[in-house]
């Protein structure tokens, strides 16, 4: 699709790179719509997302505390912000569309249930017999289906760069065979793309790329510090971490006198510019080495071309198994993790076992819905909850709720 790009100044046409995603480039959306004169297709999807029902309610599903135990640990919607700030400050960086890779951080955890990981893994449990569970796959379903909020069609009909990008920024699902090079691919991944091909086999765009990293970035860094103010972590612990301890000794060294808190903080800002910076140098490397000259010659590169340096794929390695150990396997996380898992469970069982248990406009469908259907319809309501939803739909069907407190 071609776009003028007279009189476009100001409206995101602004010179990028020639292996950039270019919005008057675009391969468009599933369904045709007059384009916006004032705003790209890449901002366009970035509104379109910002304004969805699945994007506000990121605001009340967890990231790894629950989100009443304190207003300041982060929730999925700070996450995803966070995320996306670092997206655009790595595409600005390498010349992409910055607008693309935000659009891309935005829509990347909508898929994601109540409770966090652990909401995952029940639900995917529940529907082993029915394909299993996966949030990249349920992130498609929400913004090609499912949100429900235009005249002319289901879902956002947002751009294939950012479906693309939403689908494969972690890298390609198959092989040139279509073979599936980790898990199997999620069935909803595989019918959307036999109808608008996502090129399965094929890298992500340098701007999808972008989004993937940087949510690695927010969450290491994000994570030890919502740990410290939790009291599961602590400053003398991140001592012995390559990357953390390097960098929290350098802050000691310059500020002898600082109080814990700041400290912490110090170490965060710091570690995220030192994790920026890294990408930053080794994708410009890549660039020089491969020489893309258009997008697509990123998507045929067969390696991601953002990515980290060897060293500090290695500290960062480290650092996950930090924060495995000693955080998201801490047993006050875990005590909570188990009564959140129930909730899951008791409720898949009981809208499975009797839908008219589901709020109107959810169980009307499933009347004569075999088991496949049901299980997916289900999973599709539960998926979609808040933590504070799941807990009150929770009290409304049991006589005992598990304390998440």
Known sequence: MQVDKLGDIGFGYRPRATYACDPGETRGRFYDEVESPTRTPFQRDRDRIIHSTAFRRLKHKTQVFIAHESDHYRTRL????????????LARALRGDEDLAEAVALV????HTPFGHTGEDALNDKMAAFGGFDHNAQSLRIVTKLERRYAEFDG??????????LVKHNGPLVDAQGGALKDAVPRAILDYSTLHDLELDRFASLESQCAAIADDIAYDTHDIDDGLRAGLLTLEMLEDVPLSGG????????YPALDNVRTGHELMRRQITVMVEDVIHTAGANLLAIAPQSASDVHNAGRAIVAFSTDMAAAETELKAFLYANLYRHPDVMRVRANADRIVRDLFDTYMDDPAAMP?????????????????????????MTDPYAQKEHRRLFDHTPDLS
């Open 360 to 384: 109107e406009g959810w169980r009307e469908v499933l009347t004569r819905a075999d088991d496949a259907v049901k299980a997916r319809h289900v999973s599709d309501f539960l998926s979609g």
């Open 108 to 111: 990347h955890d909508f898929g």
């Open 247 to 254: 960098i929290l000794k350098l802050v000691r060294e310059k």
């Open 78 to 89: 700070t996450h995803t912000i966070e995320v996306a700030q670092i997206a655009r400050a």
């Open 156 to 165: 956002l009909n947002l751009t294939w760069e950012t479906l693309e990008g």
